[in-house]
């Protein structure tokens, strides 16, 4: 069959399930949950899968799921949609406890549904070489690191980020490239989509000022005040700022979890979250030992300890322009694009986990359209649904025909150009390395 015939029957079948498609994702919009806890969502997009008559692998990364369709000899392109939320309290549709799907997970999720929806029940998959996995996977957002540091403790998981742990149970083994479809307000809306995209990596620490406690009234020269040392630790990354060079992105965030039970007690122990990104590894590696100085040059000056629990959270990503071009190509024939309608490259300090798989294999991750309002913000809302949830689902469908078509040559060609920078095997070495738990006690000096 032409493959221009497949696209009209994977597109007139994403059609036929446009309704549902939108339904699902205002489903999960509704029922917003953080990573590694989405059971509900996982159960709905089983259910989702199921209603297509295909079987589901559940869980995948200790929540999540994966559908997979096809067949004939070939490459395996998995397709991703992402489980989690964030928390945006300001937001009006807020769930309860502050969850929000304001980064446009859900859509992700509906998107991936139809496009399973146009290969699978137009016949298409059958006519491709190769095999398609439709993977809902857990935990992009490296938030709630307190209840991931338990996950990992009690030996549940082992990385903080779903994609991460789903390559470690042996998803991505057979996987040869990922399409990956997000959403964003491209300039104000006037532009459809953004083509490819690169990102920060980051590291993340967890911290514990250790000092010593002691009536703040009658005796406060008998305490140790952890929560001082981490306000001057605070005050020595921002010093540090001005030694980032502009090119490399850096950005450290930093928030104090604990700081003190009772106000007439000296503190003895705060805690802090620190976030360090940039645009190469050795960038995050530089700030990292930077930031750990300013640390522990806090618990010197009051004379306490610290405890700097640091590890590698996502690498940098670069996209794969040879994939993102099909993406790109089928939005102009099939999507109502013209030319001018495209950002071709974004650059931004963010982070995600699909990172660490570009590491690996080829992989796209475009920015499509259809919202309004600033991601993670009390502004994210869908402005189009046509455009968000349903036009990026047959773009999706339509690349993996241009992939697979015939004896994928266009998949294969793609592969051979990729040159990885790890195997499975180094980067998980490499990631274990990155693990440490340093103590320093600055009462010893």
Request: proline share 2%; net charge negative.
């Amino acid at each position: 069959m032409e493959k221009e015939e497949l696209k009209r029957r994977c597109i007139e079948a994403i059609e036929r399930r446009k309704e549902e498609i939108i339904r699902l994702g205002e489903s999960i919009y509704r029922t917003p949950e953080l990573g590694y806890k989405e059971f509900e969502t996982t159960k709905r997009m089983e259910e989702a899968f199921a209603s297509l008559g295909l079987k589901t692998v559940s869980p995948i990364a200790y929540t999540g799921c994966k559908a997979s369709a096809g067949g004939r000899k070939g490459p395996a392109v998995a397709v991703m949609g992402e489980l989690d939320s964030v928390v945006c309290p300001e937001h009006k549709d807020c769930a309860a406890n502050g969850n929000m799907h304001a980064c446009g997970h859900h859509v992700q999720l509906a998107n991936l549904f139809g496009c399973a929806a146009g290969l699978t029940e137009s016949g298409v998959i059958d006519e491709l070489s190769g095999t398609v996995d439709f993977v809902a996977i857990p935990a992009e957002e490296c938030v709630d690191l307190d209840y991931r540091d338990r996950l990992i403790k009690e030996g549940n998981i082992q990385f903080y980020g779903g994609k991460q742990e789903y390559l470690l149970r042996g998803g991505m083994d057979h996987v040869d490239m990922i399409l990956q479809c997000h959403m964003m307000e491209v300039e104000g809306g006037r532009k459809c989509c953004t083509v490819d995209t690169d990102t920060n990596g980051f590291m993340s620490k967890s911290v514990k000022f250790i000092g010593r406690s002691a009536h703040a009234g009658i005796a406060p020269h008998e305490g140790i005040n952890a929560l001082n040392m981490a306000q001057l630790a605070l005050n020595n990354i921002n010093a540090l700022r001005e030694t980032f060079r502009e090119k490399d992105k850096v950005r450290v965030s930093a928030i104090i979890t604990s700081g003190g039970d009772l106000v007439n007690v000296v503190p003895s122990v705060t805690t802090m979250q620190v976030m360090v990104r940039a645009a190469s590894v050795e960038a995050m590696e530089d700030a990292g030992r930077k930031v750990d100085r300013a640390l522990k040059a806090g618990a010197l000056a009051v004379g306490g300890k610290v405890e700097i629990h640091g590890q590698i959270g996502y690498l940098p990503l670069s996209t794969d322009s040879a994939l993102s071009g099909l993406y790109r190509e089928n939005m102009v024939l099939y999507g109502g694009a013209d030319e001018d309608s495209f950002v071709e490259h974004y650059e931004t300090a963010g982070s995600t986990d699909l990172g660490d798989m570009c590491q690996l294999v080829p992989c796209m991750h475009v920015w499509a359209s259809g919202i309004s309002g600033g991601l993670h913000s009390k502004d994210f809302k869908i402005e189009d649904y046509e455009r968000a949830y349903v036009l990026p689902a047959k773009m999706l469908a339509l690349t993996v025909i241009d992939l697979l078509y015939g004896d994928a040559d266009k998949a294969k060609e793609i592969m051979g150009a990729y040159r990885p920078k790890f195997t499975k095997e180094t980067y998980i070495k490499y990631m274990k390395e990155h693990s440490v738990v340093e103590l320093f006690d600055g009462s010893a000096i």
